[in-house]
């Protein structure tokens, strides 16, 4: 009886062993495509992130050698132009549902803003195709911008809400207890208590559609030399490592592989920034 | 009293002098910010109204038989987009099969099992894992993860699994099991985080419960947290096919795009939207283009109606940080 019992113990314990390696196996299958992407992004792409990849324009087919500068100078532009839209409205929707907004409003906002992130980015493209690339007759930059900033909105404005806030609400009392009028207290206090959390939301924002392809594909269409109006098709670093992928040339393989070597060193230096700004988070509040 | 009585005076007239520049700096940039909110709603109908303007020839053309017939044809100007339909929600369905255990492990393991030091890395590195476009995720399947998957695990599938219809046929990559493969690399991030944001709201006095009856740290785990937040899980994973489901670049790049169905995972596929993503420029007639808007009406429908649902499992133990885990 009383060997049964401990055998039974034992046994228990065996289980619960198993159990926690078979999950810690599982952990270390989710970040082996990591580990494997990084790996052959170095291996297959290193060789041709050289001075002539940041400074030339592509080469024609068949020729070697050449450079993606149109697309990342390209890249650049569209963020440019998606921030200028995307960061004023979604931060200053984020203040309006941390500040003002009813709880009735703000669910519903708060709702559809959860619906807009799970719209598949590519919809995006069709809606800004038919919004705009139709109408004006052409693919531009423009068009490509404004469906970057229409991902953009949603997410910053969930953001900017959280951080906003979290913002003590003694400060705000303090400081309309000094007669400062609401909005100036909202803009010179609260948000810039925020700041740093708002700021966060931005980058990570920015580095989520800097690396987005699809709805780029009908409203920027790429370019394979310089843009030189807005109004004008443009090339994106994304869109030409799509490009340059599915071609069948080795020397593009190539480009393309150097392309996205750039593009996640990119992305993966803005999530760093990120992380620093939001060290110690918990302790200074935002 | 003259000192205090002059006080009042001047602070009375201050505030006249203040009080309407304020009052109407206040309410305009509460007008402002509203107006900034309000683009949520404005985009909502934005995205419903264009697409189906766009698709409204072809939806009067081709009626409810867009949905259920296979022919896609743009010489003939013939559009069913049942292959489509298919090829999401099977290669969305093996992207959960792997994963949706792989993610809920992985997610009691960080909460629940592992030794605390290995758990702010491994988080780390997830979130790093989301971090990676889609496109580039893509140019690995293409040229590292098809030919593995042609050389490797395909022959032997075929070897054990060859007398059921889903192993069957030529191997030639680009596949329904290869688009798979790659969705549930793409999902796994986000169905670990919610998870992990949902476990971690699990309360104390549960596990705690738990050992006070003597339970292993995995009898803890199943009885006391998992089951405990089943209701919360279904919703992760719901999230996670929400993004199966519309999840472009890197499936389109590795899934075939050949519009058919097929019961064997080795042939290629199509889905919803690598179709948009690959016609769409080359769509040369108006019906054709019209026929496009309404695979993007189709996609917006489903992808809405799965998010709502996951909305609507999350709301009850949704917390701030659940809805940080899910952008």
């Given at each position: 009886m009383h060997f049964e019992r401990a055998h039974r113990h034992t046994w228990r314990k065996i289980k619960s062993g198993l159990a926690s390696t078979i999950a810690f196996v599982s952990a270390l299958l989710v970040i082996t495509p990591l580990s494997l992407v990084f790996f052959h992004l170095v291996v297959n792409g290193a060789g041709s992130v050289n001075w002539d990849f940041f400074t030339k324009l592509p080469a024609p087919v068949g020729a070697a050698g050449g450079g993606m500068v149109n697309a990342i100078v390209g890249s650049l532009e569209l963020l440019a132009l998606a921030g200028a839209i995307g960061i004023p409205v979604g931060v200053l929707g984020g203040v309006y549902l941390a500040e003002y907004g009813s709880a009735r409003i703000n669910s519903v906002l708060r709702f559809l803003a959860d619906v807009l992130n799970g719209i598949p980015s590519i919809t995006w493209g069709v809606v800004v195709y038919g919004l705009v690339v139709l109408r004006l007759k052409g693919f531009s930059a423009y068009a490509g911008g404004l469906a970057l900033s229409l991902i953009m909105i949603p997410l910053i404005l969930r953001t900017t809400e959280e951080v906003v806030l979290l913002v003590p609400n003694g400060y705000r009392e303090a400081s309309l207890a000094l007669g400062v009028s609401r909005w100036k207290t909202i803009v010179h206090i609260v948000m810039k208590t925020a700041s740093k959390g708002i700021i966060t939301g931005i980058l990570l924002a920015l580095a989520r559609v800097g690396g987005e392809t699809a709805p780029l594909?009908?409203?920027?269409?790429?370019?394979?030399f310089w843009n030189h109006s807005l109004s004008q098709p443009i090339a994106a670093l994304p869109l030409q490592i799509f490009t340059y992928a599915i071609s069948p040339y080795d020397d593009w393989h190539r480009q393309a592989w150097a392309g996205a070597l750039v593009l996640v060193t990119g992305v993966f230096c803005v999530n760093v920034i990120v992380r620093i700004l939001t060290r110690g988070r918990a302790a200074s509040v935002v | 009293m003259t000192v205090a009585a002059s006080i009042l005076v001047e602070e009375h007239s201050a505030r006249t002098r203040m009080a309407p520049a304020s009052r109407i700096g206040d309410k305009a940039f509460e007008w402002l910010t509203l107006a900034m909110a309000l683009a949520v709603v404005v985009l909502v109908i934005l995205i419903g109204w264009q697409l189906w303007q766009g698709s409204s020839l072809a939806i009067k053309k081709f009626g409810f038989h867009f949905l259920t017939t296979s022919t896609w044809d743009p010489v003939a100007e013939q559009f069913g987009a049942l292959p489509f339909i298919y090829g999401t929600l099977v290669s969305s369905l093996i992207a959960l099969l792997i994963a949706v255990p792989l993610s809920i492990a992985t997610a009691a393991y960080l909460t629940?099992?592992?030794?605390?030091?290995?758990r702010q890395p491994l988080v780390s590195l997830i979130e790093m894992l989301a971090a990676i476009p889609s496109v580039i995720l893509g140019l690995w399947g293409i040229f590292v993860m098809v030919p593995w998957l042609r050389e490797y695990p395909f022959p032997l599938l075929k070897r054990f699994l060859g007398w059921t219809p889903f192993f069957t046929g030529p191997m030639y990559g680009p596949s329904m099991l290869a688009g798979g493969i790659i969705i549930a690399i793409m999902i796994l991030p986000i169905i670990t985080s919610v998870s992990r944001e949902i476990l971690r709201s699990v309360p104390d006095l549960q596990r705690e419960a738990a050992y006070a009856l003597g339970a292993t740290r995995w009898e803890a785990t199943r009885i006391a947290v998992l089951s405990y937040a089943k209701k919360g899980l279904f919703g992760a994973v719901i999230l996670g096919l929400g993004r199966a489901l519309g999840e472009t670049m890197a499936v389109t790049m590795v899934i075939?795009?050949?519009p058919q169905i097929a019961a064997s995972l080795f042939k290629p596929g199509y889905t919803l939207a690598s179709v948009i993503a690959n016609e769409f420029t080359e769509a040369t007639t108006d019906i054709y283009l019209q026929a496009l808007f309404e695979i993007g009406l189709v996609l917006l429908g489903i992808t809405i109606l799965v998010n709502l649902l996951a909305q609507l499992l999350l709301r009850t133990i949704t917390t701030t940080s659940a809805t940080r885990a899910v952008q």
């Amino acid at each position: 009886m009383h060997f049964e019992r401990a055998h039974r113990h034992t046994w228990r314990k065996i289980k619960s062993g198993l159990a926690s390696t078979i999950a810690f196996v599982s952990a270390l299958l989710v970040i082996t495509p990591l580990s494997l992407v990084f790996f052959h992004l170095v291996v297959n792409g290193a060789g041709s992130v050289n001075w002539d990849f940041f400074t030339k324009l592509p080469a024609p087919v068949g020729a070697a050698g050449g450079g993606m500068v149109n697309a990342i100078v390209g890249s650049l532009e569209l963020l440019a132009l998606a921030g200028a839209i995307g960061i004023p409205v979604g931060v200053l929707g984020g203040v309006y549902l941390a500040e003002y907004g009813s709880a009735r409003i703000n669910s519903v906002l708060r709702f559809l803003a959860d619906v807009l992130n799970g719209i598949p980015s590519i919809t995006w493209g069709v809606v800004v195709y038919g919004l705009v690339v139709l109408r004006l007759k052409g693919f531009s930059a423009y068009a490509g911008g404004l469906a970057l900033s229409l991902i953009m909105i949603p997410l910053i404005l969930r953001t900017t809400e959280e951080v906003v806030l979290l913002v003590p609400n003694g400060y705000r009392e303090a400081s309309l207890a000094l007669g400062v009028s609401r909005w100036k207290t909202i803009v010179h206090i609260v948000m810039k208590t925020a700041s740093k959390g708002i700021i966060t939301g931005i980058l990570l924002a920015l580095a989520r559609v800097g690396g987005e392809t699809a709805p780029l594909l009908f409203t920027a269409f790429g370019n394979r030399f310089w843009n030189h109006s807005l109004s004008q098709p443009i090339a994106a670093l994304p869109l030409q490592i799509f490009t340059y992928a599915i071609s069948p040339y080795d020397d593009w393989h190539r480009q393309a592989w150097a392309g996205a070597l750039v593009l996640v060193t990119g992305v993966f230096c803005v999530n760093v920034i990120v992380r620093i700004l939001t060290r110690g988070r918990a302790a200074s509040v935002v | 009293m003259t000192v205090a009585a002059s006080i009042l005076v001047e602070e009375h007239s201050a505030r006249t002098r203040m009080a309407p520049a304020s009052r109407i700096g206040d309410k305009a940039f509460e007008w402002l910010t509203l107006a900034m909110a309000l683009a949520v709603v404005v985009l909502v109908i934005l995205i419903g109204w264009q697409l189906w303007q766009g698709s409204s020839l072809a939806i009067k053309k081709f009626g409810f038989h867009f949905l259920t017939t296979s022919t896609w044809d743009p010489v003939a100007e013939q559009f069913g987009a049942l292959p489509f339909i298919y090829g999401t929600l099977v290669s969305s369905l093996i992207a959960l099969l792997i994963a949706v255990p792989l993610s809920i492990a992985t997610a009691a393991y960080l909460t629940e099992l592992a030794p605390p030091w290995i758990r702010q890395p491994l988080v780390s590195l997830i979130e790093m894992l989301a971090a990676i476009p889609s496109v580039i995720l893509g140019l690995w399947g293409i040229f590292v993860m098809v030919p593995w998957l042609r050389e490797y695990p395909f022959p032997l599938l075929k070897r054990f699994l060859g007398w059921t219809p889903f192993f069957t046929g030529p191997m030639y990559g680009p596949s329904m099991l290869a688009g798979g493969i790659i969705i549930a690399i793409m999902i796994l991030p986000i169905i670990t985080s919610v998870s992990r944001e949902i476990l971690r709201s699990v309360p104390d006095l549960q596990r705690e419960a738990a050992y006070a009856l003597g339970a292993t740290r995995w009898e803890a785990t199943r009885i006391a947290v998992l089951s405990y937040a089943k209701k919360g899980l279904f919703g992760a994973v719901i999230l996670g096919l929400g993004r199966a489901l519309g999840e472009t670049m890197a499936v389109t790049m590795v899934i075939g795009n050949t519009p058919q169905i097929a019961a064997s995972l080795f042939k290629p596929g199509y889905t919803l939207a690598s179709v948009i993503a690959n016609e769409f420029t080359e769509a040369t007639t108006d019906i054709y283009l019209q026929a496009l808007f309404e695979i993007g009406l189709v996609l917006l429908g489903i992808t809405i109606l799965v998010n709502l649902l996951a909305q609507l499992l999350l709301r009850t133990i949704t917390t701030t940080s659940a809805t940080r885990a899910v952008q």
